[in-house]
Structures are given as C-alpha cells and as structure tokens.
C-alpha cells in the first residue's frame, strides 16, 4: 500500500473516530468488580476511585453490580459480566416525587445536532422481587429541558432481559441521558427493596431527521 493512502485511510480513520457517537461503558463493565469491593454504589468502598473509569454517575441506591451477586443473584449478565442496578425506595412509590436517589446518568457524546439516534438497552426486574417497577428515561442538553423518551413504562420481566429502545432528535454534540426507576406497587419483600437491572447500552449511527 503507498504510503499517501496509508495515511489517507489514518485521517479518515481519526476523523470517524471523533465523531462517533456512544454511550460510554454502556455494558457496564469497567471498572472490573474485585473481593473485597462486591458492588459499587455511592458511599461504599471504592466507589469515589472508580468513577472515573465508570462513566455513569449513580444516585443512592443504584450502581454496578456483578452477575449472579445480590441484586442480579439470579441472573447472567446480558453482555459480559457486569451490570447496573437501580433500587427504588419508600418515597418513589408516590407518584409525585421521584426522588434523585433512584437515577442513574451519564452524558452521551460524539453527537451531531439535528440527527437522530436511537439507544438501546436490555433491562430486567430483580427475579426475587414481586412488586412492580418502572423506568422513566430523559435527555437533555445544557440550557434545553430534559425530553422524556420513555414515562414510568412498567418493566416487563423478572430475572429475564428484555430490549428496550428509544430515539431522539440531538441538540448538542454531548447530552445527558438519565434513567429514572420508580415503584409502582411495592411487593411482599421489604418495602422499597424492588430493583432493576440494566446491561448493554447502546447508540446507532446518527440519521437525518425527517
Ligand atoms: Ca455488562
């Protein structure tokens, strides 16, 4: 290969490479969860030195957790082997608070304003959990109110992944994207105790908005 199409495919190399959209750590992977640290979640352990490597941030209540370790006990990661958790508490079963203890974000770069993206994700009630949950997604931009993309839709299974997607319109070359959980019904576990798992989030190429 001559070495002026060497460095041509470089530069056409760099150039996708800054523009390409993603959700950071989306599997949830990183760091990687060692004894003695058995979750990360704010205020234990480990927890303030990982967030870097972690990209999300988490409310109380919420962080990454292993696969077949308390919150997801009964369940293999959806892709690798990690994922996140949200837990709701007392107050999230009113309607009318959702407190910021059960929320989860993180800022999705690499966008192009005007394009439309689609991110997806696979999610799972905790199997032992026999209350009824709920996710409400948003984002927004600096200075743009945050757009709902999905408002406290019931999640549909226990123990078991199901995909779930939503596009959205960009605004700004970096958004922040936050996933809300909510109890809708609490169970016969201890109250506030229902949880959801989160694995394997992604974006597509941007697309032209009609
Ligand atoms: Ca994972």
Known sequence: MKTATRILIALLAAKFAANAQEVANGSFEQPEIKAPVEILTPGQ???????????WSFGAGAG?????????EQVAA???????????????????VDPPSCIMGIDVTGLEAGKEYEISWQQAGRATDTGQTAVSVHIGAVAVP??????????????????????????APTMRLN????????????????????????????????
């Open 45 to 55: 352990p480990g927890y303030a030195e990982a967030e870097a490597a972690m990209h």
């Open 179 to 210: 996933i809300t959980h909510h109890i809708l019904e609490a169970g016969s576990s201890t109250v506030g105790s229902e949880s959801t798992l989160f694995d394997n989030f992604k974006i597509s190429a941007g697309r032209s908005a009609n």
């Open 78 to 96: 959806a892709d690798g082997h990690q994922v996140a958790f949200i837990q709701g508490n007392i107050d999230s079963r009113n309607p009318e």
């Open 64 to 72: 990454i957790c292993p696969e077949r370790v308390l919150y997801a």
């Open 146 to 171: 945050p757009l709902p993309l999905m408002t406290k839709e019931p999640v549909g299974t226990r123990g078991e992944w199901e995909s779930k997607s939503v596009w959205f319109l960009a605004a």
